[in-house]
C-alpha cells in the first residue's frame, strides 16, 4: 500500500510543479510579450476617434465604428494570424523574422532569394518601429501629468526625455533583475486597464453592442478617404503583435495563447469599450478619455503606473533590437558588432553598445521633433504593418512548403490576411508627410545597408577565394618539400576549410615556418536558432599535417574560440591555449574602376567593413595568442 502512495504523492509534487512552471511562464510572458499592446489603450482610441468625428465633438457613429474595427483588428490579426497560426511556425522552438525567413529558406530553394529580401527588409522595419515605440509609449504616458495639474504641462517633455535616456543608459548592466519585475508589474497594469474599463461601461451599457462586425464595415463604407485615415490609427491598437512571434522561444507557445486569450485581450477589450462609453456619456472626455477613466485621486498613481508599463515595453523593444542585430550578423547581413554577455545563466541577455546608443539618438529626436504622442501616432504604424505583411508573406511559403498545405489552402489561409494588412498599410502610408516617412526612412537605411553587406561580402569572398589555393594540394607540395617545423599548434581561420587561408599563404611564404599541428578552423551558421553542444564541432583527421575543423553555431548564437576549443577537446582534440598561435587576415579593403558594384555602394561597403568589430575580441581570442596577417583587396 505504501509504494502506490508514495509514488502517487511524487506524481502530485511532479504535475504541481509542472503547473508552477508553466503559470510562471504565463506571467513572464504578460511582462515581456504584451507591454508594446498593453500600452495601446493610452492613445489608440482617442486618436482614432479623434480622427472619425472630423474636427467635431465625438459622436454615437465614430464610437462605435472605432471601436468595431479595433475589436475585429485585435481578433483577426492577433488572435487568428499570431497567436492561432504563426504560434505553430517556428523554427525549432524559435520566431521572429530571421527565424521564419530560415525556416522558409530551408524549404522553398528556389524562393530563396526573395525570402532573404522579404527578411532583410522585414527587419529594417523592426527598427523603424523600435525607434517610434519608446517615444509614443513614454510620451503617451508622461502626458498624464498635465491632468494631475496644470503646473507639470512645461515638464512633460523633460520628462519623458529623462524616462528615455535613464532607459538607454542602464542597458549595459543587463536586464535580468528588471525582468523579474516585468510580469507582475504589467499584470497590475492590465488589471488596471480592466477596472479603469469596468467602472465606466455602465456609462453608456449599449457600447458593447459595437463588438458587431457591422458597425466597422458601415463606418469603412460610408466615409471615404477619412474612414481610410481612421483605420490607420485603428491599427495604433495592433502595434506589438509581432512579438508574439519573437517571444516564442523565451516562453513557449501554450503559455503566450492563454495569456492572450485568458487575460491580455479581455482586459484590453475592457479598457476600451470603458472609453467608448466615457466618451459617449461626455464628449468632452475625449482629450484625454484613458485617464478620465479613473477617478482623481487615482491619476497621479495611474500616471507613475502607466510610464513603468511604458518602460517594460520599451524595453522589449530594445532587447528584440540586439537580439535581431546579432541574428543579422550571424546569418551575413550586417558586419561584426561588439556582443556583450550580461548574465552568465541567460544566453539571450546581451548588450550590443553600437545598437544601444543608435537606436537612443534616434528616441531622442523623435521626441524633439513630434513633441506629444498626437504628433507622433502619425508617424506609428507605417513600419509595424509593412512588418506585418512581410511575416505573412514569408509565412505563406512555411504553410505552403513546411507544412505541405496544397497552394489553394495556403492561400486561401493567408491571402484574406495579407488584404487586411495591405488596407492598414495603405491607411498608414496616408500619413507619410505628417511623420510616417521617419520609420520608412530608417528602415530604408538599414535595409539599403543590409543589401550592400549582403552583396559587397559575396563579392569579397569570391576574390578571396579566386585567389586562394586548394588545402589538399598544399598538403602534398608540403610533404614533397617540408619547411622547418616549429613546436606549438597553429589555428588558422577560414571560411572554408578546404582552401588554404589567407594567413597560412602568407606566413609559409615570409617565415618559411611551419608548425608541428596546424588547424583549420571554420565557424558556420546554420539556418536554425541554435546548435545542440554535441553537434558543435565537426573534425577531420585524414591528413597529418593539418586538421580540419568545423564549428556549427545557430544564428541566435555568439561564437566563442574558447568554447569551440573545449568541444573539441571533448572529442579527444586537445589544443593548449597557452601554447597556441591564431592567425587571423586582416584585409585592407581600396576601390578600384573595376568593381561590380556602384561606386556609392562601394565606398559604403568598405566604410561597413572598416568599422566592424576586431574578429580577436568578436570571437574571444586571447589577444597575447594572435599574429595578424594583413592583406590588400582590391573590392
Same mark, same amino acid.
Given at each position: 500500500?505504501?509504494?502506490?502512495?508514495?509514488? !502517487? #504523492?511524487?506524481?502530485?509534487? /511532479? !504535475?504541481?510543479?509542472?503547473?508552477?512552471?508553466?503559470?510562471?511562464?504565463?506571467?513572464?510572458?504578460?511582462?515581456?510579450?504584451?507591454?508594446?499592446?498593453?500600452?495601446?489603450?493610452?492613445?489608440?482610441?482617442?486618436?482614432?476617434?479623434?480622427?472619425?468625428?472630423?474636427?467635431?465633438?465625438?459622436? #454615437?457613429?465614430?464610437?462605435?465604428?472605432?471601436?468595431?474595427?479595433?475589436?475585429?483588428?485585435?481578433?483577426?490579426?492577433?488572435?487568428?494570424?499570431?497567436?492561432?497560426?504563426?504560434?505553430?511556425?517556428?523554427?525549432?522552438?524559435?520566431?521572429?523574422?530571421?527565424?521564419?525567413?530560415?525556416?522558409?529558406?530551408?524549404?522553398?530553394?528556389?524562393?530563396?532569394?526573395?525570402?532573404?529580401?522579404?527578411?532583410?527588409?522585414?527587419?529594417?522595419?523592426?527598427?523603424?518601429?523600435?525607434?517610434?515605440?519608446?517615444?509614443?509609449?513614454?510620451?503617451?504616458?508622461? !502626458?498624464?501629468?498635465?491632468?494631475?495639474?496644470?503646473?507639470?504641462?512645461?515638464?512633460?517633455?523633460?520628462?519623458?526625455?529623462?524616462?528615455?535616456?535613464?532607459?538607454?543608459?542602464?542597458?549595459?548592466?543587463?536586464?535580468?533583475?528588471?525582468?523579474?519585475?516585468?510580469?507582475?508589474?504589467?499584470?497590475?497594469?492590465?488589471?488596471?486597464?480592466?477596472?479603469?474599463?469596468?467602472?465606466?461601461?455602465?456609462?453608456?451599457?449599449?457600447?458593447?453592442?459595437?463588438?458587431?462586425?457591422?458597425?466597422? $464595415?458601415?463606418?469603412?463604407?460610408?466615409?471615404?478617404?477619412?474612414?481610410?485615415?481612421?483605420?490607420?490609427?485603428?491599427?495604433?491598437?495592433?502595434?506589438?503583435?509581432?512579438?508574439?512571434?519573437?517571444?516564442?522561444?523565451?516562453?513557449?507557445?501554450?503559455?503566450?495563447?492563454?495569456?492572450?486569450?485568458?487575460?491580455?485581450?479581455?482586459?484590453?477589450?475592457?479598457?476600451?469599450?470603458?472609453?467608448?462609453? $466615457?466618451?459617449?456619456?461626455?464628449?468632452?472626455?475625449?482629450?484625454?478619455?484613458?485617464?478620465? $477613466?479613473?477617478?482623481?485621486?487615482?491619476?497621479?498613481?495611474?500616471?507613475?503606473?502607466?510610464?513603468?508599463?511604458?518602460?517594460?515595453?520599451?524595453?522589449?523593444?530594445?532587447? /528584440?533590437?540586439?537580439?535581431?542585430?546579432?541574428?543579422?550578423?550571424?546569418?551575413?547581413?550586417?558586419?561584426?558588432?561588439?556582443?556583450?554577455?550580461?548574465?552568465?545563466?541567460?544566453?539571450?541577455?546581451?548588450?550590443?553598445?553600437?545598437?544601444?546608443?543608435?537606436?537612443?539618438?534616434?528616441?531622442?529626436?523623435?521626441?524633439?521633433?513630434?513633441?506629444?504622442?498626437?504628433? &507622433?501616432?502619425?508617424?506609428?504604424?507605417?513600419?509595424?504593418?509593412?512588418?506585418?505583411?512581410?511575416?505573412?508573406?514569408?509565412?505563406?511559403?512555411?504553410?505552403?512548403?513546411?507544412?505541405?498545405?496544397? &497552394?489553394?489552402?495556403?492561400?486561401?489561409?493567408?491571402?484574406?490576411?495579407?488584404?487586411?494588412?495591405?488596407?492598414?498599410?495603405?491607411?498608414?502610408?496616408?500619413?507619410?508627410?505628417?511623420?510616417?516617412?521617419?520609420?520608412?526612412?530608417?528602415?530604408?537605411?538599414?535595409?539599403?545597408?543590409?543589401? *550592400?553587406?549582403?552583396? /559587397?561580402?559575396?563579392? &569579397?569572398?569570391?576574390?578571396?577565394?579566386?585567389?586562394?589555393?586548394?588545402?589538399?594540394?598544399?598538403?602534398?607540395?608540403?610533404?614533397?618539400?617540408?619547411?622547418?617545423?616549429?613546436?606549438?599548434?597553429?589555428?588558422? &581561420?577560414?571560411?572554408?576549410?578546404?582552401?588554404?587561408? *589567407?594567413?597560412?599563404?602568407?606566413?609559409?611564404?615570409?617565415?618559411?615556418?611551419?608548425?608541428?599541428?596546424?588547424?583549420?578552423?571554420?565557424?558556420?551558421?546554420?539556418? *536554425?536558432?541554435?546548435?545542440?553542444?554535441?553537434?558543435?564541432?565537426?573534425?577531420?583527421?585524414?591528413?597529418?599535417?593539418?586538421?580540419?575543423?568545423?564549428?556549427?553555431?545557430?544564428?541566435?548564437?555568439?561564437?566563442?574560440?574558447?568554447?569551440?576549443?573545449?568541444?573539441?577537446?571533448?572529442?579527444?582534440?586537445?589544443?593548449?591555449?597557452?601554447?597556441?598561435?591564431?592567425?587571423?587576415?586582416?584585409? #585592407?579593403?581600396?576601390?578600384?574602376?573595376?568593381?561590380?558594384?556602384?561606386?556609392?555602394?562601394?565606398?559604403?561597403?568598405?566604410?561597413?567593413?572598416?568599422?566592424?568589430?576586431?574578429?580577436? *575580441?568578436?570571437?574571444?581570442?586571447?589577444?597575447?595568442?594572435?599574429?595578424?596577417?594583413?592583406?590588400?583587396?582590391?573590392?
Amino acid at each position: 500500500m505504501a509504494r502506490p502512495k508514495a509514488t !502517487e #504523492s511524487g506524481g502530485d509534487q /511532479g !504535475e504541481k510543479s509542472h503547473d508552477a512552471h508553466f503559470w510562471t511562464l504565463v506571467v513572464g510572458s504578460v511582462g515581456v510579450v504584451y507591454g508594446d499592446i498593453g500600452t495601446s489603450p493610452l492613445y489608440a482610441f482617442r486618436e482614432a476617434v479623434r480622427a472619425a468625428s472630423g474636427g467635431s465633438p465625438a459622436n #454615437s457613429e465614430a464610437v462605435f465604428g472605432v471601436l468595431s474595427l479595433i475589436f475585429w483588428a485585435l481578433i483577426l490579426i492577433v488572435t487568428l494570424k499570431y497567436v492561432i497560426v504563426l504560434l505553430r511556425a517556428d523554427n525549432k522552438g524559435e520566431g521572429g523574422t530571421f527565424a521564419l525567413m530560415a525556416l522558409g529558406q530551408s524549404v522553398a530553394k528556389r524562393s530563396s532569394p526573395l525570402i532573404l529580401a522579404l527578411g532583410i527588409a522585414g527587419a529594417s522595419f523592426f527598427y523603424g518601429d523600435a525607434v517610434i515605440t519608446p517615444a509614443i509609449s513614454v510620451l503617451s504616458a508622461v !502626458e498624464g501629468l498635465k491632468l494631475v495639474s496644470p503646473i507639470f504641462e512645461p515638464w512633460v517633455l523633460p520628462i519623458a526625455l529623462v524616462v528615455i535616456v535613464g532607459l538607454f543608459a542602464v542597458q549595459s548592466h543587463g536586464t535580468a533583475r528588471v525582468a523579474t519585475f516585468f510580469g507582475p508589474l504589467t499584470i497590475l497594469w492590465f488589471l488596471s486597464l480592466a477596472v479603469g474599463g469596468l467602472l465606466h461601461i455602465f456609462d453608456s451599457p449599449g457600447v458593447i453592442a459595437a463588438l458587431n462586425p457591422w458597425y466597422g $464595415l458601415k463606418f469603412l463604407l460610408t466615409h471615404g478617404l477619412l474612414a481610410f485615415t481612421v483605420l490607420g490609427l485603428v491599427f495604433l491598437a495592433v502595434t506589438g503583435a509581432e512579438a508574439l512571434y519573437t517571444d516564442l522561444g523565451h516562453f513557449g507557445r501554450k503559455p503566450i495563447q492563454v495569456a492572450w486569450l485568458g487575460f491580455v485581450f479581455p482586459c484590453l477589450m475592457l479598457n476600451y469599450l470603458g472609453q467608448g462609453a $466615457l466618451v459617449l456619456a461626455n464628449a468632452e472626455a475625449l482629450e484625454n478619455p484613458f485617464y478620465r $477613466l479613473y477617478p482623481d485621486w487615482a491619476l497621479a498613481p495611474m500616471v507613475v503606473l502607466a510610464t513603468c508599463a511604458t518602460v517594460v515595453a520599451s524595453q522589449a523593444v530594445i532587447t /528584440g533590437a540586439f537580439s535581431l542585430a546579432r541574428q543579422a550578423v550571424q546569418l551575413g547581413l550586417l558586419p561584426r558588432f561588439a556582443i556583450k554577455h550580461t548574465s552568465e545563466s541567460m544566453a539571450g541577455q546581451i548588450y550590443l553598445p553600437r545598437v544601444n546608443w543608435l537606436l537612443l539618438v534616434g528616441v531622442v529626436l523623435s521626441v524633439i521633433t513630434f513633441k506629444s504622442s498626437s504628433h &507622433l501616432a502619425s508617424a506609428y504604424g507605417v513600419s509595424v504593418t509593412a512588418a506585418l505583411v512581410i511575416d505573412t508573406l514569408m509565412a505563406f511559403f512555411v504553410v505552403w512548403k513546411y507544412w505541405n498545405w496544397p &497552394l489553394w489552402k495556403a492561400a486561401g489561409l493567408m491571402v484574406p490576411l495579407l488584404l487586411i494588412e495591405q488596407t492598414f498599410f495603405a491607411a498608414n502610408i496616408l500619413k507619410l508627410f505628417e511623420g510616417a516617412w521617419v520609420p520608412l526612412a530608417i528602415a530604408g537605411v538599414l535595409a539599403l545597408i543590409m543589401f *550592400t553587406w549582403v552583396r /559587397g561580402y559575396r563579392i &569579397l569572398l569570391k576574390i578571396t577565394r579566386r585567389n586562394e589555393a586548394d588545402l589538399d594540394w598544399l598538403v602534398r607540395k608540403l610533404e614533397a618539400k617540408p619547411p622547418v617545423r616549429v613546436p606549438g599548434t597553429a589555428v588558422f &581561420l577560414s571560411s572554408d576549410v578546404n582552401a588554404a587561408p *589567407t594567413a597560412l599563404m602568407h606566413n609559409l611564404k615570409h617565415n618559411r615556418i611551419l608548425h608541428e599541428r596546424n588547424i583549420v578552423l571554420s565557424i558556420r551558421t546554420e539556418d *536554425t536558432p541554435r546548435v545542440p553542444r554535441h553537434e558543435r564541432v565537426e573534425i577531420d583527421r585524414s591528413s597529418e599535417t593539418f586538421i580540419k575543423v568545423v564549428a556549427s553555431y545557430g544564428f541566435m548564437e555568439t561564437p566563442s574560440i574558447p568554447k569551440i576549443m573545449e568541444s573539441c577537446r571533448r572529442k579527444d582534440l586537445n589544443i593548449d591555449m597557452g601554447g597556441t598561435s591564431f592567425f587571423l587576415s586582416r584585409r #585592407s579593403l581600396r576601390s578600384t574602376t573595376r568593381s561590380e558594384m556602384p561606386r556609392w555602394q562601394e565606398k559604403l561597403f568598405i566604410w561597413l567593413a572598416r568599422t566592424a568589430e576586431d574578429a580577436t *575580441t568578436y570571437f574571444q581570442i586571447p589577444t597575447d595568442r594572435v599574429v595578424e596577417v594583413g592583406t590588400q583587396v582590391a573590392i
